[in-house]
């Protein structure tokens, strides 16, 4: 006879046995649990637990009003309003040179989509996550001086239902300095803007209209004006027009003539043939933010108006197509077409251009398809200084896109072309040298018509053959005869591989 083994009856070792269960079980233990403790003590910690509250919210309290009286008599400081330029370049030096060292447990995620390894261009891939901190408040010493940023993090759900946000300048900014005076803030400002100036001496910052406000939209690296292919006579002269606009004593010479300081130019020709692509140049070759601003998207006169108000003085704006504002003057057809109509009229265009309010200081680049359509009242100097014709591709620019899509890759083993060839060794190609790369490129350039084909249809055949010059050579013909012929029409669509039609 088999006699049962009884645990023991205290409530820890009942815990170990699965079938007690209950509101009995649990009695038990409480039981237990409190047999064991003197009921002054509980009383004692009941007590400390619920003074807990009343003593923090004291204690917080005192800080507050100590800080505020702190910083009333022995703080001084400068307010940077949310979404200001200024805003983001002092945001990025603090985080560059102080919260980055310290521990941070604040942080915003957004997915980094640019490119940076060779395999993210061919093979669908997981993008990288950038992790930006976030503060509220934080103290530093710089230059000998003791300064507070403060930053409300309860405006952050605000800033980001902003698709363009990236956690950096979204929010108002107090920066505090220990002392009477605001001269060590403005020094600090001043290292903010050389820090941001160091930083983009490479991009060109693109700005866009959002919920009435401008944001940056994209941070682009500086494009080569080389890269943009028009006459060379015309684009020196227009180098040299904006380089005088800019110096300083052509702005001192204005004033003192009681001339107002703008300078407008016009960019025309078909699509495709670099319109904006030149202004991005422009931006970059003269340190300039762009403001892009799409003509068919502005809702009214008073919209547009307002933008130009809060442009800053020294930068480029950029007014795409123009024409949409003349589409209602033209005859009822236009309706057949499906054209964009702007709701912004020629008078409110004049007046932000050159009104009695209009800023200065700035550049205004317009750009269209159809210069027929423009107004001349538009087009008169004054408004519209210098006229930029930017037509269909040149044999010799034809020669120097050549050049420029290969010759910084002669050296480079060509990238697989199949399937197959991913991952088998091949034996490098002997290195093409510069003479062989400029005889090819003067046999292709030979085989493009003179002023036929855009700038970015060229450019679309190169990406056929990015990998080899000599088959791009030998291709091109067919694909002129194709263009030529008709062949590849608004109408109907043609698969092309390899530099054949399927």
Known sequence: MVRPFHLGVTASHRVLDPSMHGLEFIRDIIGHWVSGLDITHLGSLAACVGAAPAVWRFLRTAWHEAYGWIRQFFISSITIPAHDPLNRHVTNWIIANVVQFRSIRSFTARTQIQATRQAELFKKTRWDIQYLPHFGTTWFWHDGNLFVVRRPLDSFKTSTSNSSYDGVGG??????????????????????????????????????????????????????????????????????????????????????????????????????????????????????????????????????????QEVPPQCIVLLEDIDAIWTKRESPDNEQHNEII??????????????????????????????????????????????????????????????????LDISTPPLPTSRKDVGEKKEEDPQMDREELQRLALEFSCQIPEDTFTPSQLQGFFQLYLDNPVEAVSNVSAWVERGLSGMSSDDEIEIVGNGHAR
């Not at 490479?202 to 994209?218: D, L, T």
């Not at 209009?358 to 398809?369: D, W």
Request: aromatic share 8%; with cysteine.
């Open 171 to 308: 929010e108002e900014l107090t920066i505090g300095c220990l002392g009477l005076s605001t001269e060590a803030i403005k020094r600090l400002i001043q290292t903010c803007q050389e820090y941001a100036d160091d930083q983009a001496q490479y991009y060109v910052i693109i700005y866009s209209r959002y919920r009435m406000s401008w944001q940056p939209k994209s941070r682009k690296p500086i494009r080569r004006l080389e890269t943009v292919h028009f006459d060379d006579k015309l684009k020196h002269e227009l180098l040299t027009d904006i380089r005088n606009y800019l110096d300083p004593n052509t702005k001192r010479l204005y004033l003192s003539r009681s001339m107002p300081y703008r300078r407008g130019y016009l960019f025309y020709g078909p699509p495709g043939t670099g319109k904006s692509s030149l202004s991005t140049a422009l931006a970059g070759e003269f340190g300039l933010d762009l403001y892009e601003v799409k003509i068919p998207s502005v809702a009214t006169d008073q919209d547009l108006e307002q933008m130009f």
């Open 342 to 407: 702007s709701n912004c009229t020629l008078s409110g265009l004049l007046n932000v251009l050159d009104g009695v309010g209009s800023p200065e200081g700035r550049i205004v680049i317009m750009t269209t398809n159809k210069p027929e359509r423009l107004d001349s009242a538009l087009v008169r100097p004054g408004r519209v200084d210098m006229k930029v014709m930017l037509g269909n591709i040149s044999q010799k620019s034809a020669e120097e896109m050549f050049l420029r899509m290969f010759a």
